[in-house]
Each structure stands twice: as C-alpha cells, then as structure tokens.
C-alpha cells in the first residue's frame, strides 16, 4: 500500500493543505504504507522552485515524511507527452480552438463542481475548417468523453458516479501553451509512483471518474480514493492562498507543530480534546470511521 502527497507548489500551504496531507499520510502509515510526495509544479505561471522547497519544510516541520526522492512534475514531460499520444492513437484527441470566450459560450454548467461542460463543438469540426483555424490560433487539445457512468466506492463518501459525456463533457488534457493538463500528469504519476491509495479534499472528488477513465484508457490500475471534507472559511468558503490568516506561516506565530497537528486531530475526531500531538502518535489512533464527512468552518478549529 503507498499513499501520496500531491501538493501544488504555488505559495505557502495553508490550513486545509496540512489538512489533507496530514490525514493522508495516517492514512497510509496506519496500513504500514509507504509514502511519496510529488510536487505538481506544472504551471509554470503560477510554481516556483522555491515553493517546493518551502512545501518539504512545511511536511517536515509538521512530522510528516516520505519514502525516496520527491518527484516533480515539471520534469516529467516525456511521461506526459506519451500518455497523450496513446490517446492520440485511439483516436481520442483533437484540438479545440475556442478562446476563453467561446468556451464560455459553448458550456453549459457541471452538475457538481460549478465548472463548465463543453459542448463538444470544435470536435466537430471538418479538417479544412482545422487547417484554416491552425493558422489564427494554437489550439488546446481535448479528449473525447463518452456517454459513459464512470462509478466507484469512495472510502468516506460513499458511492460516486458520474456520466463522463453529460456531467463532464470532453475537457482539455493540454493547454495552448503545452502545459499538460492536471487530469493528465495525475493518473500517470499515480501509476508511475505506485501509489495504491489516493486521499485528498472533496473538490478534488468530481476529477475522479476522469481518472477512472482515463486510467482505462491507457491500462493503468485504479488507485483506491478517499475524498476527505473540506476546510472551509467562516464565511462558508473554500479556503484558498489569500486566506492569509491560515497560512503556515501565521499559524507558526501562533502554534508549535504538535498543537497545530493537535487541532487538527481533534477536527477530524481522532483525539477527544485539541491537544498536542505528534502524527506519529496518532497513528494508532486513526480510522476511516472516526473522519467527519462534512465539510469543517476554520473557526470551529481553535
Ligand atoms: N495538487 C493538487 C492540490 O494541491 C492535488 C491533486 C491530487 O491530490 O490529486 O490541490
């Protein structure tokens, strides 16, 4: 069994960040797992070198490890680009050549997580319209979904299914400007870096039948999933980077380590009281059925 750490390194982590990456690494150290990071720096607009190294600090500081090196995506474009051509091979991918703009226009909203489902139309287009568009624009490059339930057994929330081509429609594996998509870089990483038990936040839990899919369509194993709530602003938003206030560094003017791994043992009702703890010492402790599967306002964590 080996979990992950999948941090993007594009600022400091916040409080939801430790969050999921504390409960991963029990996750997986409670089974005798082993554990590997990799930092998904594929953005080059928004990653930098120094917030990687500053993410490992971060782990360290909280007791947090992992097994061998760390991995980063932004070196790994080969894998990617191989991937994408076994989709290209079977006749999955085509180039999509809406500006952002058009994209709105051609989308309908998704069900579940707010963003768009497109309608599939430069999928359609004939090759001549291709050849002419090719030459205004360079194009994004889409994968085709079909009208397919992509179904399976999250370890917290249950059953989750979705219509890939409804719910989902066909998106983008990589960007105008190469950039491999997200969606991509994940499912191979997951199988290059053997990783067996995926646990990250409950936004994430929409991507999944995507990586079902695609995990199938280039004869990859499926992972197990655990899609933990959310830590959300009082306010009842998702946390993000310019939640100041819950960022490491604020929370370490405030909290040793222990405390801070304390509070949020104590949210995921792992320990009875919000006292200070090691991850070590909450090894033991920790089971699936203890986690709350609603999502958590930071200032219930104090
Ligand atoms: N890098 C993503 C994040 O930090 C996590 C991706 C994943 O766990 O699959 O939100």
Known sequence: MTGRFAPSPSGRMHLGNLWSCLLAWLAARSEGGGMVLRLEDLDPDRCRPEYCAQVMRDLEWLGLDWDGEPVYQSRRTELYAAAFRALEGQGLIYPCFCSRAERLAASAPHRSDGTAVYDGRCGRLSEEERAVRAKLRRPAWRVRTPEETVSFSDRLQGVFEENLGRDCGDFILRRSDGVYAYQLAVVVDDAAMGVTQVVRGS????????????????????????????????????????????????????????????????????????????????????????????????????
């Open 203 to 302: 936004d994430l839990l929409s991507s999944t039948p995507r990586q079902l899919w695609l995990q199938d369509r280039l004869g990859l194993p499926h992972p197990e999933y655990g899609h933990l709530p959310l830590l959300l602003a009082p306010d009842g938003r998702r946390l993000a980077k310019r939640d100041r206030d819950q960022e490491l560094g604020q929370l370490q003017d405030r909290y040793a380590a222990p405390e801070l791994v304390g509070l949020l043992a104590h949210a995921a009702r792992l320990i009875d009281r919000p006292e200070a703890i090691s991850p070590r010492e909450l090894i033991p402790l920790f089971s699936w059925d203890k986690l709350p599967k609603q999502d958590i306002k930071t200032d219930r964590i104090h």
